[in-house]
């Protein structure tokens, strides 16, 4: 088992920046995957960011590209997602998620995550216009 806790949410005016971060614990070493998705009021979860546990391929949503960046501290078995520009647009439940698939990020990023096998209980980023 793996268990993931995801920190660093807040209020945050547009335009500002947030740091996300995503503490994994357990079996880390049967990671291959990690991502982060996330969930506005009435809409599907997606996928924003993903990376190899590795760190050798990241993938990014077009909405957030040159913007957020995903990043893992191997030292800490955490991974980070800075957002930097940010907009009331990016409101949601931000969750990170961890697979020990190899499967390619048009496969796991897609379906809400549903290829993903552990989650983080979420943290809320509100940003204000």
């Known amino acids: 088992q793996v268990q993931l806790v995801e920190s660093g949410g807040g209020l945050v005016q547009a335009g500002g920046s947030l740091r996300l971060s995503c503490a994994a614990s357990g079996r880390t070493f049967s990671i291959s995957t990690v991502g982060w998705f996330r969930q506005a009021p009435g809409k599907e979860r997606e996928c924003v960011a993903a990376?190899?546990?590795?760190?050798?391929?990241?993938y990014y949503a077009d909405s957030v590209k040159g913007r957020f960046t995903i990043s893992r501290d191997n030292a800490k078995n955490t991974v980070y997602l800075q957002m930097n520009s940010l907009k009331p647009e990016d409101t949601a439940v931000y969750y990170c998620?961890?697979?020990?698939?190899?499967?390619?990020?048009?496969?796991?990023?897609?379906?809400?995550?549903?290829?993903?096998?552990?989650w983080g209980q979420g943290t809320q980023v509100t940003v204000s216009s």
């Open positions: 998620a961890a697979t020990d698939s190899y499967k390619a990020f048009t496969i796991l990023t897609a379906a809400g995550g549903a290829s993903f096998d552990y």
């Open positions: 990376m190899r546990w590795s760190g050798s391929i990241a």
